[in-house]
T-cell receptor, first 113, second 113 residues
Framework: EADIYQTPRYLVIGTGKKITLECSQT?????MYWYQQDPGMELHLIHY???????EKGDLSSESTVSRIRTEHFPLTLESARPSHTSQYLC????????????FGAGSRLTVL | AQTVTQSQPEMSVQEAETVTLSCTYD???????LFWYKQPPSRQMILVIR??????QNATENRFSVNFQKAAKSFSLKISDSQLGDTAMYFC??????????FGTGTLLAVQP
């Protein structure tokens, strides 16, 4: 079944640790996105990619980095986690421009102690 | 810059009744898309309904319909015959020339039995 998968769903980690949030989609979508969402709050775009080897920073500044080596894979990395990084991270993908219907993953909830 | 405003942080409705969620936006573009997304508690965000700005006819998807007023830059969502499963956070979103969705702050809808 075509879908978008995020792992881990929940992660509790100590300050200073390196973490990678995985995102994979099986729909062959070129466009992929990472959003940050604090509880009960709006979504803020932090990274996006329009294809392999293409990555751009979003509207909200983030210390995280992303890579897009394969179409289906768009991981997000934090080199040194801090409590301010505690949030939910949503990965999404879309087929094309214009209509921009996003398919979202279930999210990764990160807590940094 | 485009903005999306949802002025109702929380709403409540009785099962089987009708509720309307408000959304206004600001843009200088003429061609764009508007969306309502639903985020159930601890579950994946999914598309509820989409409206193309060039279409005058309001979009409808089963119990969900929109009232799109282009001149007023208003895009409200009407849910008829509310069901317990409609309990969720609802986000209004704007998709324009930048091909990046801009989300509102969301409305938390609680359907009461």
């Amino acid at each position: 079944e075509a879908d978008i998968y995020q792992t881990p769903r929940y992660l509790v980690i100590g300050t200073g640790k390196k973490i990678t949030l995985e995102c994979s989609q099986t729909m062959g979508h070129d466009k992929m996105y990472w959003y940050q969402q604090d509880p009960g709050m709006e979504l803020h775009l932090i990274h996006y990619s329009y294809g392999v080897n293409s990555t751009e920073k979003g509207d909200l500044s983030s210390e995280s980095t992303v890579s897009r080596i394969r179409t289906e894979h768009f991981p997000l990395t934090l080199e040194s986690a801090r409590p301010s990084h505690t949030s939910q991270y949503l990965c999404a993908s879309s087929e094309g421009f214009g209509a921009n219907v996003l398919t979202f993953g279930a999210g990764s909830r990160l807590t940094v102690l | 810059a485009q903005t999306v405003t949802q002025s109702q942080p929380e709403m409540s409705v009785q099962e089987a009744e009708t509720v309307t969620l408000s959304c206004t936006y600001d843009t200088s573009e003429n061609n764009y898309y508007l969306f309502w997304y639903k985020q159930p508690p601890s579950r994946q965000m999914i598309l509820v309904i989409r409206q193309e700005a060039y279409k005058q006819q309001n979009a409808t998807e089963n119990r969900f319909s929109v009232n799109f007023q282009k001149a007023a830059k208003s895009f409200s969502l009407k849910i008829s015959d509310s069901q317990l499963g409609d309990t969720a956070m609802y986000f209004c979103a704007f998709g324009g020339a930048t091909n990046k969705l801009i989300f509102g702050t969301g409305t938390l809808l609680a359907v009461q039995p």
